[in-house]
């Protein structure tokens, strides 16, 4: 038997009840579409870390902060500036480190605009900040130490936030209200600064001396301090310096101070990620499972239907294995259509998730096949036992079922 | 071309054990028309499907154009019954999705024939039938009479040597069966070797020979005259 014809037979035998093979193959369907999207969401996961990490730049940073996780939230007294130059000053461990103190949905505007004010999140902090996160400037340069001690009002906005506040002018030079507070542009980010950082991009960035920050939002709170340990292997000396100092300094806090390294908070998202992955793909061993078992009760349905057809088959001529392997090429054929409708889901689905989620676009050929290659597992799988079913009948026995 | 020694065939076991064939001791030779008569139930059709190597006897002997039937094996069986015998059953036994040239070319199918070559075959098959009019048409859309012409056609597509057929007028008026018969006379004409079993006496009497059946056993025979 040609495998052309075994394949025109087992199309025209689909063919012949379409509804039927269009409902059977509804769970291998979501099951390759949840495939699909197990793949999508692990490497546009894995894709977009490796971007973040890139860019933050250092594998030497750190942050520390409160135990968010019980509640704690700083007061006026938990960091101080003084705490971060004593830090610099005593711990040999510690390169750079940035306070930060940050206020979200401020609004800013052009001086007397009439516009609607647009919303940023402003990040006050110092230039050590630049040395342990990449900020690339498109124009302009970083505020300096004598800014931040001289309270300057200077601010460097986020790119996309700079084109719609002057989109047809040079924005640099240029005075902004930030909340009716005026403050001069000295720098442009490149567009897409911090998706970590921030809120995944949603509002966009502008960094201000932290001094300045301070003023504008009424406030002494430090929220955290990020900074860089001098090399790679000091990270967890920098923290633990860091930790001790914060202990002695301000004994009655109240606060427990943690430290966390960059490689170890990135380590935290992708292992997100890695139960998000987890999640889908039980949903789709289930799917696939369900759709399988679905696909192997049709072709039993089909097999015992055509019990007379396989015994004529069988007179004719047809051998045990072209038998086995007409049915078999059925339920193979039965998942492929499956999987053609998964891929259609499951593409659509994962370009929705990488659109909202700012991810690069995530399905390749590879996944294609992979989803296909799983299909016809899954039919082979569960369209043995009903194949070599049909396969076993004798022929004459079949020839006089009714 | 066919002898079978002390043919037995059991179906069940213990008490429920059923014997279809009891001993049946015969030979037809190449180029015979025989018919096959008997009461219902004496055993013509385990007789003819084990000489269609469609199952296998429970005892005896059966040695088809020389051969040992019992020592071939499923694949060796399923070649023989593609290439050296065809089928005609008394319900056509069409597949009704296939159109009436594809029902013709299956035979051909498992035997690997390409395709261009199977549909020639297939329509010059259908042409001698009387039916090449009707090469596209669904067998559900055809007549008893038509229905089996397509299915005499799929037995004659590999040329078998013999052409085995069971009760092949059952569902057909008279004057169809006597069509149909008038074609397996051709195909004996021209040296085929024929078993048509029947309960029709003047069907039978197409045979050059009525083998006649009962309980299990080949009880007499006789030759048709004139
Ligand atoms: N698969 C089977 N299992 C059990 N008994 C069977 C089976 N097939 C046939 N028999 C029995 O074997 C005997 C012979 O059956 P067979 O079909 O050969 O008779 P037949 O001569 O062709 O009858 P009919 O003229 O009615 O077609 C019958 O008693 C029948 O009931
Ligand atoms: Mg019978």
């Not at chain 1, 461990?93 to 009439?114: E, N």
């Not at chain 1, 690339?136 to 200077?154: I, K, M, N």
């Not at chain 2, 296998?56 to 593609?82: I, K, W």
Request: proline content about 4%; aromatic content about 6%; charged content about 20%.
């Amino acid at each position: 038997m040609r495998f052309f014809d075994l394949w025109a037979l087992a199309l025209g035998n689909l063919a012949a009840h379409r509804l039927r093979a269009v409902l059977t193959t509804l769970g291998i369907a979501i099951g390759i579409a949840a495939v699909i999207a197990v793949v999508a969401i692990g490497q546009g996961g894995r894709a977009v870390l490796l971007a973040e990490l890139e860019k933050l730049g250092t594998k030497r940073a750190f942050n520390i902060s409160v135990d968010w996780v019980r509640g704690e939230a700083p007061t006026a007294g938990t960091f101080t500036l003084q705490d971060v130059a004593v830090i610099k000053e005593l711990s040999p461990a510690v390169d750079k480190l940035a306070p930060v103190t940050s206020g979200m949905f401020i609004d800013i505007r052009r001086p007397h605009s009439r516009a609607e004010p647009l919303f940023c999140q402003v990040i006050g902090t110092t230039p050590d900040l630049t040395g342990v996160m990449n900020i690339p400037l498109a124009a302009g340069r970083f505020f300096s130490e004598a800014d931040v001690a001289g309270h300057r009002r200077v601010v460097v906005l986020d790119g996309a936030l700079a084109e719609r506040l002057f989109p047809r002018e040079e924005a640099l030079g240029k005075q902004v209200f930030l909340q009716d507070v005026p403050a001069t542009v000295i720098g442009i980010t490149e567009r897409q600064t911090g998706q970590l950082l921030g809120t995944m991009g949603m509002q966009k960035l502008v960094f201000a001396p932290i001094t300045f920050t301070q003023d504008l939002l009424n406030t002494r709170v430090i929220h955290e301090l990020n900074g860089a340990a001098v090399t790679e292997g000091a990270v967890e000396q920098a923290i633990a310096d860091c930790l001790t100092i914060l202990e002695k300094r301000n004994p009655g806090a109240g606060v427990n101070y943690t430290g966390m390294s960059m490689a170890e908070s990135l380590a935290i998202l992708g292992r997100a990620t890695g139960v998000m992955t987890l999640i889908i793909a039980a949903v789709a061993a289930i799917a696939l499972l369900v759709g399988g078992v679905g696909v192997m009760n049709i072709m039993l349905v089909a097999v015992t239907e055509r019990t007379r057809e396989v015994g004529l088959l069988m007179a004719i001529g047809a051998r045990r294995q072209d038998v086995l392997k007409q049915f078999l090429a059925e339920a193979v054929a039965l998942c492929l259509l499956g999987g053609a409708f998964g891929v259609l889901l499951g593409a659509g689905g994962a370009w929705v998730i990488a659109y909202f989620a700012d991810w690069p676009p995530l399905i390749s050929l590879w996944t294609v096949l992979l989803a296909f290659g799983f299909a016809s597992l899954v039919g082979l799988v569960f369209g043995l036992y009903p194949a070599s079913r049909a396969a076993s009948f004798s022929p004459a026995e079949a020839l006089r079922h009714h | 071309m066919i002898r079978v020694t002390d043919l037995k065939k059991v179906y069940g076991h213990g008490p429920a054990a059923v014997a279809a064939l009891n001993g049946v001791t015969l030979a037809i030779e190449t180029g015979e028309f025989v018919a096959v008569m008997g009461p219902s139930g004496s055993g013509k059709s385990t007789f003819l499907s084990i000489l269609g190597c469609l199952e296998r006897p429970s005892g005896g002997s059966y040695y088809f154009g020389g051969r040992e039937v019992g020592a071939l094996d499923e694949d060796e069986l399923a070649r023989v019954r593609n290439a050296e015998i065809g089928f005609v059953f008394q319900t056509f036994n069409l597949l009704p999705r296939l159109d009436v040239r594809q029902n013709v070319e299956l035979p051909l199918i498992y035997a690997g024939v390409p395709r261009k070559e199977r549909r020639e075959r297939a329509v010059a098959m259908l042409t001698r039938v009387g039916l090449e009019h009707r090469l596209h048409h669904k067998p559900p859309a055809l007549s008893g009479g038509e229905q089996q012409r397509v299915a005499v056609a799929r037995a004659l597509i590999n040329d078998p040597a013999v052409i085995l057929a069971d009760e092949p007028t059952g569902n057909l008026d008279s004057r169809t069966s006597h069509e149909i018969m008038a074609l397996f006379k051709e195909l004996h004409a021209e040296g085929r070797t024929i078993v048509v079993v029947t309960h029709e006496a003047d069907i039978a009497r197409y045979a050059g020979r009525i083998l006649y059946f009962c309980d299990g056993v080949f009880v007499r025979e006789e030759a048709v005259t004139g």
